[in-house]
């Protein structure tokens, strides 16, 4: 089935699979690299946010063309955000449990208040910049085209 063929929500899924997969890998690379003893400030850069960010540039300029490329984008996310935030609500637990004392165990005082905060409030902090960061690339990409479309042509 062609992308064209597709619902937005189809095209959706599609475009967030592989960004999934790599924030769930992500995740506890950045978890492994504190056990190991990598301050913070080094391994800040690893992280989701920046992940979600370069996620919507890509996005932006795969669906520049689309119709329906902001509905795209935003369903995009709103599939990624939340399930790329699981990891880490997780490693909350797996630090908490067994005392391990890395950044992901602090500030609550249970799962539900990590789980609210890691998907819930984390997927907006990850989905709000990310979709403006995409709106801006696909207004870009239009603008370019635009641009290419109304060049006159040069006579040789």
């Given at each position: 089935?062609?992308?064209k063929?597709?619902?937005?929500?189809?095209?959706?899924?599609?475009?967030?699979?592989?960004?999934i997969i790599i924030?769930?890998?992500?995740?506890p690379?950045?978890?492994?690299?504190?056990?190991?003893?990598?301050?913070?400030?080094?391994?800040?850069?690893?992280?989701?946010?920046?992940?979600?960010?370069?996620?919507?540039?890509?996005?932006?300029i795969?669906l520049?063309?689309?119709?329906?490329a902001?509905?795209?984008?935003?369903?995009?996310?709103l599939?990624?955000?939340?399930?790329?935030?699981?990891?880490?609500?997780?490693?909350?637990?797996?630090?908490?449990?067994?005392?391990?004392g890395?950044?992901?165990?602090?500030?609550?005082?249970?799962?539900?208040?990590?789980?609210?905060?890691?998907v819930?409030?984390?997927?907006?902090?990850?989905?709000?910049?990310?979709?403006?960061?995409?709106?801006?690339?696909?207004?870009?990409?239009r603008?370019?085209?635009?641009?290419?479309?109304?060049?006159?042509?040069?006579?040789?």
């Amino acid at each position: 089935m062609k992308n064209k063929e597709k619902t937005s929500l189809q095209q959706a899924i599609y475009y967030g699979k592989a960004p999934i997969i790599i924030a769930l890998i992500l995740t506890p690379v950045r978890y492994g690299l504190e056990l190991l003893g990598l301050p913070e400030n080094a391994i800040f850069i690893i992280g989701l946010l920046w992940l979600t960010l370069g996620i919507a540039i890509y996005l932006g300029i795969k669906l520049g063309n689309q119709k329906q490329a902001y509905k795209i984008l935003l369903l995009s996310l709103l599939i990624y955000s939340p399930i790329s935030r699981i990891p880490v609500a997780i490693l909350w637990w797996v630090d908490t449990k067994w005392e391990i004392g890395t950044h992901y165990g602090l500030y609550y005082d249970n799962f539900g208040q990590a789980l609210l905060n890691h998907v819930i409030y984390g997927s907006l902090v990850q989905l709000v910049p990310g979709f403006l960061l995409g709106i801006v690339t696909i207004t870009i990409m239009r603008y370019r085209k635009t641009l290419t479309k109304n060049k006159p042509l040069e006579n040789g």
